[in-house]
C-alpha cells in the first residue's frame, strides 16, 4: 500500500525556517517525480514544487524561488522541502505527492498534509 | 501562474449529471491534453479522479468523466449521489514541469 507521511510543520515566526519531510513506503521511491502541493486555509490547490526521479531537475512556483529548496533521498524513501524567509502567506497544509507512473503532470496520491503557520 | 477558472460552486440532485468546467489557457489547458481533477473532502488530503483529459485511474467509478474543448476542460458526474458532495480541483500541466490548479468547486448534492 503506498503511504505518504509528511512532518516537520509548525508555527514561526516571519523570516524562520522550517524543513518538511515526506516519509515514502509501498512503492519503489526512485521511479516517480515527486511534488509538494500547500493548500492555504479555506483556500485551493497551489503547487509548489516538483523533483525529478534521480533529484537532478527541480522546479519551482514563482512566488518560492529562492527561499524553498526540493531535495530527496532515494536511500532513504524520503522528500524534503527547506523554506527559509517565511512569510504570513506562506500558511498553508503542505501535501506531498506522487508523480502518476513517471510522469509530472498528475498525482495519484498525497499524504494527509502538514500544517505551516507563520505569524509573530 | 495564474490559477485556472472553476466556478465556486455547483449543486444537482440525487441522480442527476453536474458539469464543471476549468478555464486556462493556451499555455496551459489549451496546450496540452494533461489536465487531471481531484476530489477532496473536508478536512482530507486530495483523491485523484481523472488524469489526461479523461482517463480514469482504477478504482474511479465510471460516473466521473472528463473532457476538453479549447481553453476549458470539464468534468461531468453523472448519476449524483450522496457521497460526491465534495470540492473538485482541477489541474493542468503548464510547461516547464509547472502544474496550475483551478480554485476549486465545492459540489453540493441537494
Known amino acids: 500500500e503506498v503511504q505518504l507521511v509528511e512532518s516537520g510543520g509548525g508555527l514561526v515566526q516571519p523570516g524562520g525556517s522550517l524543513r518538511l519531510s515526506c516519509a515514502a513506503s509501498?512503492?519503489?521511491?526512485?521511479?516517480?517525480?515527486m511534488t509538494w502541493v500547500r493548500q492555504a486555509p479555506g483556500k485551493g490547490l497551489e503547487w509548489v514544487a516538483n523533483?525529478?526521479?534521480?533529484?537532478?531537475?527541480?522546479y519551482y512556483v514563482d512566488s518560492v524561488k529562492g527561499r524553498f529548496t526540493i531535495s530527496r533521498d532515494n536511500a532513504n524513501n524520503s522528500l524534503f522541502l527547506q523554506i527559509n524567509s517565511l512569510r504570513a502567506e506562506d500558511t498553508a497544509i503542505y501535501y506531498c505527492?506522487?508523480?502518476?507512473?513517471?510522469?509530472?503532470?498528475?498525482?495519484?496520491?498525497w499524504g494527509q498534509g502538514t500544517l505551516v503557520a507563520v505569524s509573530s | 501562474q495564474s490559477a485556472l477558472t472553476q466556478p465556486r460552486s455547483v449543486s444537482g440532485s440525487p441522480g442527476q449529471s453536474v458539469t464543471i468546467s476549468c478555464t486556462g489557457t493556451?499555455?496551459?489547458?489549451?496546450?496540452?491534453?494533461?489536465v487531471s481533477w481531484y476530489q477532496q473532502y473536508p478536512g482530507k488530503a486530495p483523491k485523484f479522479m481523472i488524469y489526461?483529459?479523461?482517463k480514469r485511474p482504477s478504482g474511479v467509478p465510471d460516473r466521473f468523466s472528463g473532457s476538453k474543448s479549447g481553453n476549458t476542460a470539464s468534468l461531468t458526474i453523472s448519476g449524483l449521489q450522496a457521497e460526491d458532495e465534495a470540492d473538485y480541483y482541477c489541474?493542468?500541466?503548464?510547461?516547464?514541469?509547472?502544474?496550475?490548479f483551478g480554485g476549486g468547486t465545492k459540489l453540493t448534492v441537494l
Open positions: 505527492a506522487r508523480g502518476y507512473v513517471t510522469g509530472v503532470d498528475s498525482l495519484d496520491y
Open positions: 509501498g512503492f519503489i521511491f526512485s521511479n516517480n517525480w
Open positions: 523533483i525529478k526521479q534521480d533529484g537532478s531537475e527541480k
Open positions: 493556451s499555455s496551459d489547458v489549451g496546450g496540452y491534453n494533461y
Open positions: 489526461d483529459v479523461s
Open positions: 489541474c493542468s500541466y503548464a510547461g516547464s514541469y509547472s502544474l496550475v
